[in-house]
């Protein structure tokens, strides 16, 4: 887990970053809490994330908004925010541009932020949502929302209720297409004390999940793409044989005799 420098649109940005060695290796970005309230990349959710994604073969990177640890600059309320994370993802796709799915999570502000990147970049495939703050900030520019992903939050949660999660699901759960999963951790507060393990296996879980369906519909794809090579092969078998019996070789006949 080396400590890792990138360039940023506000100078230095600290990050920390798992490789994996295969060129396609899966990539996930993981942005930190609130600046202003002691978030950074090392909260232990973001860290429980971090280590979620990297057990599944995944390259990860995490690291601090401007002004936070290392990072330079200054608090920006969420435009500078945002432009942090989108050259973090420049970083990441630069190091791994073979990678076969690309990932966004976000813990509480950080998924204010990572929503908005998903609006930005297409090629992110699906997110994790952990305590997004949907009581605090507008999360309206879900319109509609690009992929599939999930919302987790505790039910202990005093800053972010559960309802307003809930609804927030319900809004984005009706576009085609798109399926939101949420997922309320019983006696969870806002930052999981205590309860990363249970994170840890919801987060897991639905990985699991998302990647074997993206596995067996590779397959699917595949098996599709042989059909349809088999039917345009018949059919240019089809066309030879139909060439080789018409009036050219009727001639030919004919000139035998």
């Known amino acids: 887990?080396?400590?890792?420098?990138?360039?940023?649109?506000?100078?230095?940005?600290?990050?920390?970053?798992?490789?994996?060695?295969?060129?396609?290796?899966?990539?996930?970005?993981?942005?930190?809490?609130?600046?202003?309230?002691?978030?950074?990349?090392?909260?232990?959710v973001v860290?429980?994330?971090?280590?979620?994604?990297?057990?599944?073969?995944?390259?990860?990177?995490?690291?601090?908004?401007?002004?936070?640890?290392?990072?330079?600059?200054?608090?920006?309320?969420?435009?500078?925010?945002?432009?942090?994370?989108?050259?973090?993802?420049?970083?990441?796709q630069m190091v791994k541009p073979d990678a076969k799915y690309c990932w966004i999570a976000g813990v509480s502000f950080g998924t204010w932020i990572a929503m908005q990147l998903l609006m930005r970049r297409p090629e992110i495939d699906g997110f994790i949502c952990v305590a997004p703050p949907s009581?605090?900030?507008d999360f309206s520019f879900l319109a509609p929302c690009p992929s599939s992903g999930l919302m987790v939050n505790g039910d202990k949660d005093r800053v972010v209720p559960?309802?307003?999660?809930?609804?927030?699901?319900?809004k984005?759960?009706?576009?085609?297409?798109?399926?939101?999963?949420?997922?309320?951790?019983?006696?969870?507060?806002?930052?999981?004390?205590?309860?990363?393990?249970?994170l840890e296996k919801v987060v897991g879980g639905y990985l699991d999940m998302?990647?074997?369906?993206a596995i067996q519909d590779r397959e699917n794809q595949k098996e599709?793409?042989?059909?349809r090579e088999a039917a345009r092969e018949r059919e240019r078998q089809r066309e030879r044989e139909e060439a080789a019996s018409g009036p050219a070789a009727d001639a030919d006949d004919g000139d035998d005799e």
Do not use: C
């Not at 073969?57 to 500078?80: A, H, I, K």
């Not at 984005?172 to 249970?198: M, W």
């Not at 599709?224 to 059909?227: A, V």
């Open 172 to 198: 984005l759960k009706t576009q085609r297409g798109i399926k939101i999963d949420h997922e309320v951790i019983p006696g969870a507060n806002h930052f999981f004390e205590d309860k990363t393990e249970d």
């Open 162 to 170: 559960s309802a307003s999660v809930a609804e927030l699901t319900a």
């Open 1 to 44: 887990m080396p400590e890792l420098i990138i360039n940023g649109p506000a100078g230095r940005i600290e990050a920390r970053y798992h490789h994996e060695p295969a060129n396609d290796s899966p990539i996930a970005l993981i942005l930190h809490p609130h600046p202003q309230f002691g978030g950074t990349m090392n909260n232990q």
């Open 135 to 137: 009581n605090l900030y």
């Open 47 to 92: 860290y429980s994330l971090y280590y979620t994604f990297a057990q599944r073969g995944f390259s990860v990177l995490r690291f601090n908004f401007r002004g936070v640890g290392r990072s330079q600059g200054f608090w920006d309320g969420g435009p500078g925010e945002l432009a942090d994370a989108a050259s973090a993802l420049d970083w990441l």
């Open 224 to 227: 599709r793409e042989k059909e």
């Open 210 to 213: 998302r990647l074997a369906k």
